[in-house]
């Protein structure tokens, strides 16, 4: 590898494993979250022209930092000598009053990680806007990477960003970590913006692809991130588990050709063992938390359901009956439409499938706006009940709904299935 191409992942490396420390930190020192990020990605600027010269030094997260502080140092001495030239100030203040001294604060607090995530988080932000900002100060996504994931326009995406820097100064949004009652009404927050960036990798609303990993990927990784900075929480570790056990199945959810492959007729050993060891781990962690009684939620629930098929070596062997049971029990605990429909394919698979329609139909289809969840699911209880000619129709109706074109090419293809078994049955 080319020393020049080495240098440049060092530094892409250094940047996504140290970049929330570094904004967390700068941002705890300044007060402002948009100075903050641009002292680090100035810090990232200067690590591309100067790396490759000088070589990546031996510890990259403290060059960065030191370089950042230097940059805010000049930043607030500028600050202050236009104050003093403009006298906008009431009353003389000394130089030393006015430059915070960043050298003297310290470095690398894990908490300053958790309070940048918590900022992204703000309630006063939408949660497309919490998205983004948690990709951008937290993954350390560029805009581009963070539009392409979401398949926006860069534009569009810059200025959803810099939108939600302004509603958090207009907001005054603190830095400070929230009292420990908002705290936990804000982790409910932070996992579900975690949880909507891993699901629109792993099964992508839009466009041509049917999974985006990176995505998924990162939403892995900010999971790992929670936990060990909340690591006492039963949801932080479900939500972890979760993540891990259904990431590991990514390599079998495509054929050779990129065409979806559905769950029960996955190749199982391309299924990640080591994603499944930490999910099974970590689930176990929140097990042990929720029997001294930590309360468990809706995390907690869908990574036991999760768990039952990783156990499961083949198909033939899924527990359906205890599946169904998590889903009445997750239907209670965090009752939606999404969980219904899920609930539904739970009991056709293990009571047959009038009890998933029946299941189904108590679920209003336009709870879910134009999805084609509802009409998918439909489809596959009906043809497991042999009623291919509904099944067909509702295959036809789903893929119509369907926004990703590799999902929409698999509700086409099923609903064809259908109508030529129809055929040969006649």
Not at 118 to 144: D, I, K, N, Q, Y
Not at 210 to 216: F, Q
Not at 281 to 300: N, Q, S
Request: aromatic share 4%.
């Amino acid at each position: 590898m080319p020393v020049e191409t080495a240098t440049t992942e060092a530094i892409t490396t250094a940047w996504r494993a140290e970049s929330a420390r570094l904004v967390g930190a700068l941002t705890r020192m300044t007060r402002d979250v948009e100075l903050a990020e641009d002292l680090a990605q100035d810090a990232l600027v200067a690590a591309l022209e100067q790396w490759p010269a000088t070589g990546v030094p031996t510890n990259p997260a403290a060059w960065l930092m030191t370089t950042a502080k230097r940059r805010g140092v000049d930043h607030f001495r500028r600050a202050e000598n236009l104050r003093r030239k403009t006298e906008e100030l009431g009353h003389a203040r000394g130089e030393e009053e006015q430059v915070p001294d960043l050298d003297a604060q310290v470095d690398h607090i894990e908490d300053d990680v958790l309070r940048l995530i918590f900022l992204s988080c703000h309630p006063s932000l939408t949660p497309e806007s919490r998205a983004a900002l948690t990709l951008r100060l937290v993954g350390g996504l560029t805009t581009g990477e963070i539009a392409r994931g979401f398949l926006v326009a860069e534009t569009t995406m810059g200025q959803r960003i810099s939108r939600a820097k302004k509603t958090l100064a207009e907001a005054r949004a603190e830095f400070d970590l929230p009292t420990e009652a908002e705290r936990v009404e804000r982790l409910d927050d932070v996992m579900a913006v975690i949880y909507l960036i891993f699901n629109e990798g792993y099964a992508a609303a839009a466009g041509e692809h049917w999974m985006r990993p990176a995505l998924a990927d990162e939403g892995i990784r900010l999971a790992r991130m929670l936990v060990a900075l909340a690591p006492t929480e039963p949801e932080t570790l479900g939500l972890q588990s979760l993540l891990e056990v259904q990431g590991s199945r990514a390599a079998a959810r495509v054929d050779e050709e990129g065409v979806p492959v559905l769950l029960e007729a996955q190749d199982r050993t391309r299924w990640d063992q080591e994603l499944i060891r930490r999910g099974l781990a970590a689930l176990a962690g929140a097990r042990a938390l929720a029997a001294r009684g930590k309360p468990v939620g809706k995390y907690f629930l869908q990574a036991s359901i999760a768990a039952q098929h990783a156990r499961a070596r083949r198909a033939a062997d899924t527990d359906w009956r205890q599946i169904a049971r998590l889903y009445d029990v997750l239907a209670t605990a965090a009752p939606g439409p999404v969980v219904e429909v899920n609930r539904a394919v739970a009991h056709g698979r293990a009571f047959g499938p009038d009890a998933g329609l029946a299941v189904l139909r108590a679920v209003e289809d336009t709870q879910l706006g134009d999805s084609p969840l509802v009409p998918s699911v439909s489809g596959d209880l009906l043809e497991l009940a042999g009623r291919h000619s509904e099944a067909a129709a509702a295959f036809s109706d789903a893929a119509a709904r369907s926004r990703n074109e590799a999902e929409r090419t698999v509700l086409q293809r099923r609903a064809e299935e259908n109508l030529a078994r129809m055929s040969e049955s006649g």
